[in-house]
C-alpha cells in the first residue's frame, strides 16, 4: 500500500450511554394460591395483558377459575389496565411472606402494588410488615367484624400506622382488593396523580350494608376503607387512605418523585463519567442537579402531585467535609396537592329579595 498523510488524523466515537429504565408505578401483583390450582405453567410470575389470555390459561390448567374471576374483575376496571401480573404463593409448602416476596422479586421486581388471595388476619399482617420495608404498596381485603366497631381486633392491630399498607372492608367474596389496586394504579403518576377514591366495577356491594356508625368506625376510627354506593356507582371505595390515615396518593407521589430524580442523577452522572468528565463539587456542579430538580417539581405540579407555586429546590453551601467527601447536598419542598373528599354547603332561603330591582 503507498504512503499517505492518513495518520495525521484520528477520529474517536464515544456512544451515549442508553436511557434509563424508568421505575414504573402502574402494575399490580396479584399473588394467588398455587395450592388451589395456580401452577403458572411452573413460572413463578407471569403477566396477562388483557382477560383473553387469562382466559387460555384457565382452559391450559395454568390458572384456576378463581383466578380468572378475580384477573376478569381487574380487565373490567375503567380505564383498563395494560398489564396485570399474577405470582404464586406456595402455602402447600408452609412458605413465609417473606420467602414468597423474595422468591417473586429474583424473578421480576417490576410491579408496585399488590393484592394477595389470604383474607386470614395473620398472613394480611404477615405481608404488611413485608411490604412496609419496601418502596411498594399493599392493598388487603378484610370482613373482620371488628372493622365495624370501635375497636380492632388484636390480631389486626399490628397494622395500625402502617404507611404502606390500605385495607378495604368488604364483605363479599369478590376481589375488591384487586379491583380497587388496579383501578387506581392505571394512572400514570408522570402525567397524572390520582386520587385513591373511586368507582370499581364488577364487584358486588356489601352482602349487608353497615350502619352510618360502623361506616364511621371503618374510616374514622380503624383507618380502613369501605366501598358503598355513592351517586351512580353501586361500590365507591372511600376514603382512600393508608392505616395510618393518610391519603395513599401521598405515598405514591412521594415514591414517585423520589425515583425520578435518584434515576435522572445517576443518568447525568453516567453521562458524564462516559466524556471522561466530572460533576464537580461546586456551584456549576450544583446547576447541574438544581435543573433536574427544578424539572422534576415543576413537573409534580403539572401531575397534580403539588400545588401549583408551592414547591421550591435548594442548593446547600458546600462545606469543607462535603469537598471532602465529594458530596452535593440539596433540599427540595413541595405542598401536596389534597383531594377534595368533603363538600360543605351553607344555603340561606328568606322571603324577601336579595337585591333592590
Known amino acids: ?15 451515549a450511554p442508553l436511557p434509563p429504565t424508568r421505575a414504573g408505578f402502574g402494575t399490580a401483583l396479584f399473588i ?49 389496565p395494560s398489564k396485570v401480573k399474577v405470582a404464586y404463593h406456595d402455602s402447600g409448602a408452609a412458605e413465609s411472606v417473606t420467602t414468597m416476596l423474595a422468591a417473586i422479586e429474583a424473578v421480576d421486581a417490576d410491579w408496585y402494588g399488590v393484592a394477595f388471595y389470604s383474607r386470614v388476619a395473620a398472613s394480611i399482617v404477615a ?9 411498594k404498596i399493599y392493598v388487603a381485603q378484610s370482613q ?9 381486633d388484636a390480631s389486626l392491630t399490628d397494622l395500625e400506622e402502617n404507611e404502606r399498607t390500605a385495607v378495604i372492608v368488604h364483605d363479599d367474596e369478590d376481589p375488591a382488593d384487586l379491583a380497587w389496586l388496579v383501578s387506581r394504579l392505571v394512572f400514570n403518576p408522570d402525567e397524572r396523580s390520582a386520587g385513591w377514591e373511586g368507582q370499581i366495577r364488577q364487584v ?38 393508608n392505616m395510618n390515615g393518610r391519603a395513599i396518593y401521598e ?25 471522561g468528565e466530572k460533576i464537580i463539587v461546586d456551584a456549576t456542579g450544583q446547576a447541574k442537579i438544581m435543573t433536574i430538580l427544578a424539572g422534576r417539581l415543576q413537573q409534580g405540579e403539572e401531575a397534580g402531585h403539588f400545588v401549583k407555586g ?10 469543607a467535609d462535603d469537598i ?13 396537592a389534597a383531594d377534595a373528599r368533603l363538600f360543605v354547603f351553607n344555603v340561606y332561603l328568606q322571603p324577601d329579595p336579595l337585591q333592590a330591582e
Open 1 to 15: 500500500m503507498s504512503a499517505d498523510h492518513s495518520n495525521t488524523i484520528t477520529v474517536n466515537i464515544f456512544l
Open 32 to 80: 394467588v394460591d398455587q395450592d388451589d390450582g395456580n401452577t403458572l405453567g411452573g413460572d413463578r410470575i407471569v403477566s396477562f395483558a388483557n382477560s383473553a389470555e387469562a382466559e387460555a390459561a384457565e382452559i391450559a390448567g395454568t390458572i384456576s377459575a378463581d383466578t380468572l374471576a378475580a384477573l376478569q374483575t381487574a380487565f373490567s376496571q375503567q380505564p383498563t
Open 127 to 135: 405481608m404488611s410488615a413485608a411490604i412496609e420495608t419496601r418502596k
Open 144 to 152: 373482620h367484624a371488628s372493622w365495624l366497631t370501635g375497636t380492632l
Open 204 to 241: 358486588d356491594a356489601q352482602d349487608t350494608l353497615p350502619t352510618t356508625a360502623q361506616r364511621d368506625f371503618v374510616m374514622n376510627t380503624n383507618s380502613a376503607n369501605i366501598g358503598l354506593p355513592f351517586s351512580s356507582a353501586a361500590v365507591y371505595v372511600s376514603p382512600g387512605q
Open 251 to 275: 405515598i405514591l407521589s412521594g415514591d414517585w418523585l423520589a425515583a425520578r430524580i435518584a434515576e435522572d442523577v445517576a443518568y447525568l452522572k453516567l453521562q458524564h463519567t462516559a466524556r
Open 310 to 319: 408551592q414547591t421550591r429546590a435548594t442548593a446547600e453551601t458546600i462545606s
Open 324 to 336: 471532602s467527601n465529594r458530596r452535593l447536598r440539596f433540599k427540595a419542598e413541595a405542598q401536596i
